[in-house]
């Protein structure tokens, strides 16, 4: 027997339109931090020269860790991995989103609630999908 969560949606009240404001803000600062980090450079010039004259350069890492922060608050979000879902959306720029992933296959399959495991190179393994 499947048992599924059935959430209840007052589509006219404040909550609700305040949950989908807050999560599409999320969804676009998701997609602005990965464009942002697809567009950055690798590299950027440092604090002057080392000894043999070549110039200092720095790992540019901030684009990435502003993108990585986004999708956590992404994921941690109900209302937005909910959006995502529906979308049949599970990437964004390239990263897969894991719980969004696996509410899609539990929504397309017909295992219900048990859990799902995910093997490489197998895919999801659970019960009955042998």
Do not use: C
């Not at 690798?42 to 043999?52: A, I, L, V």
């Not at 860790?65 to 986004?70: M, W, Y």
């Amino acid at each position: 027997m499947t048992h599924r969560k059935i959430i209840t949606v007052d589509g006219g009240s404040a909550e609700y339109w305040q949950q989908r404001k807050v999560a599409f803000a999320l969804l676009r600062e998701a997609e602005e931090a990965g464009q942002a980090m697809r567009e950055a450079p690798m590299y950027r010039y440092g604090s002057g020269y080392n000894e043999f004259g070549d110039p200092v350069v720095e790992d540019n890492i901030e684009p990435w860790d502003e993108f990585e922060e986004a999708i956590r608050q992404l994921q941690e979000n109900d209302t937005a991995v909910r959006i995502l879902i529906a979308q049949r959306r599970d990437e964004i720029h390239g990263t897969r989103l894991d719980k969004v992933h696996q509410g899609i296959i539990l929504e397309t399959l017909p295992y219900g609630d048990e859990p799902l495991v995910w093997v490489e190179p197998y895919g999801f393994i659970g019960p009955n999908t042998d």
